[in-house]
């Protein structure tokens, strides 16, 4: 399936006085990454709230092998687990600029109606950049 890299740089206030990235700021993390994975296909998450589809979190697991410290260069390939119907499933692993794999991570998305607030199928815009 579809997969993007994605790069952030490690701030000082992202860590604990260890140098640690305090683990809380990895579902930032993985939003970055998912909006940079929509943007690379030419889907705009804003545009799609305008259009009245909302993408809340579902499910949301992480499994941490190495830290992460202040000043890292976090690399991460974020990848679509099957194509979406009502709901988004990502992938993703995080190295360090080293090539050491830190962090590997999955999510689960749905797709909503902002006015009904049930759950819709996937936006046949994105479908089809999917199936190019």
Not at 72 to 98: G, S
């Given at each position: 399936m579809k997969s993007h890299l994605t790069y952030v740089k490690v701030r000082y206030a992202e860590t604990d006085q260890m140098g640690v990235v305090h683990h809380g700021n990895y579902a930032e993390y993985l939003e970055l990454a998912r909006i940079d994975w929509l943007e690379e296909l030419g889907i705009s998450y804003g545009a799609m709230e305008k259009d009245g589809i909302m993408l809340p979190?579902?499910?949301?697991?992480?499994?941490?092998?190495?830290?992460?410290?202040?000043?890292?260069?976090?690399?991460?390939?974020?990848?679509?687990?099957?194509?979406?119907?009502?709901?988004?499933?990502?992938?993703?692993?995080?190295?360090?600029?080293?090539?050491?794999?830190?962090?590997?991570?999955?999510?689960?998305?749905?797709?909503?109606?902002?006015?009904?607030?049930?759950?819709?199928?996937?936006?046949?815009?994105l479908l089809e950049k999917l199936k190019d």
């Open positions: 979190v579902y499910e949301m697991s992480f499994k941490f092998l190495h830290p992460a410290h202040f000043e890292d260069t976090l690399k991460i390939e974020t990848r679509l687990k099957e194509l979406p119907r009502v709901k988004i499933a990502f992938e993703y692993d995080i190295y360090n600029q080293h090539g050491q794999l830190l962090t590997t991570a999955s999510t689960v998305l749905v797709f909503m109606d902002s006015v009904s607030k049930r759950p819709v199928r996937c936006p046949k815009s």
